[in-house]
């Protein structure tokens, strides 16, 4: 299957700082790329779809200025977490699609810890 | 609204115990349907892909199935390296590449 690299796998920051979470697709070029959130021992929550060369559309309830999406080339998105505070702490995962219709594959994950 | 349930939220299993894990959609038009398997601390690994009333896909000791309502992810025999959680998502016709996923199971299965 398709590879999609996310990185850093952990990162604990300071609150009020910012943080960059990058995801790559390795072997194919993707569109269309999507973040999401985990709480523990809960499922995916779709916070984003970063579209390459525009805006990305955020869900209902997830605030455009405190997580800013960034789809710069068809292989790179990049979510910042702004101004991060410790509620901003959970694991953040993205992912990418071969196209419409198609399996997602989802990069490793980012453990965020805000202290 | 789409939705994805998927149950039970946990099962256990003895070593070598089959049984099914449930996926219930209402979608309005089903493009496609995926089942993932997730490690603590990892991303969701890709399983299947489902996409008509019928099909069905194999891999090792799984099974997915689906139907016009919901999906089967049947595990047979299973060994303590298939414990994991396990999630069904769709993608409706109406939503581009958007894909809604339900809670997951998380399945244990006992040496």
């Known amino acids: 299957g398709a590879v999609v690299s996310q990185h850093p796998s952990r990162v604990i920051c300071k609150s009020g700082t910012s943080v960059k979470i990058e995801c790559r697709s390795l072997d194919f070029q993707a569109t269309t790329m999507f973040w999401y959130r985990q709480f523990p021992k809960q499922s995916l929550m779709l916070m984003a779809t970063?579209?390459?060369?525009?805006?990305?559309?955020?869900e209902q309830g997830v605030e455009k200025d405190k997580f800013l999406i960034n789809h710069a080339s068809l292989t790179l998105s990049t979510l910042t977490v702004t101004s991060a505070h410790p509620e901003d702490s959970s694991f953040y995962i993205c992912s990418a699609s071969l196209g419409t219709g198609a399996e997602a594959f989802f990069g490793q994950g980012t453990r965020l810890t805000v202290v | 609204e789409d939705q994805v349930t998927q149950s039970p939220e946990a099962l256990r299993l003895q070593e070598g115990e089959s049984s099914s894990l449930n996926c219930s959609y209402t979608?309005?038009?089903?493009?496609?349907l995926f089942w993932y398997r997730q490690d603590p601390g990892k991303g969701p690994e890709f399983l299947f892909t489902?996409?008509?009333a019928g099909e069905e896909k194999e891999k090792e000791r799984l099974k997915a199935t689906l139907t016009k309502k919901e999906s089967f992810l049947h595990i047979t025999a299973p060994k303590p390296e298939d414990s994991a959680t396990y999630l069904c998502a769709v993608q409706a016709l109406s939503s581009a590449s958007k894909i809604i996923f339900g809670s997951g199971t998380r399945l244990s299965i006992r040496p």
């Open positions: 970063s579209n390459e060369g525009s805006k990305a559309t955020y």
């Open positions: 979608v309005s038009g089903l493009r496609g």
């Open positions: 489902l996409y008509s």
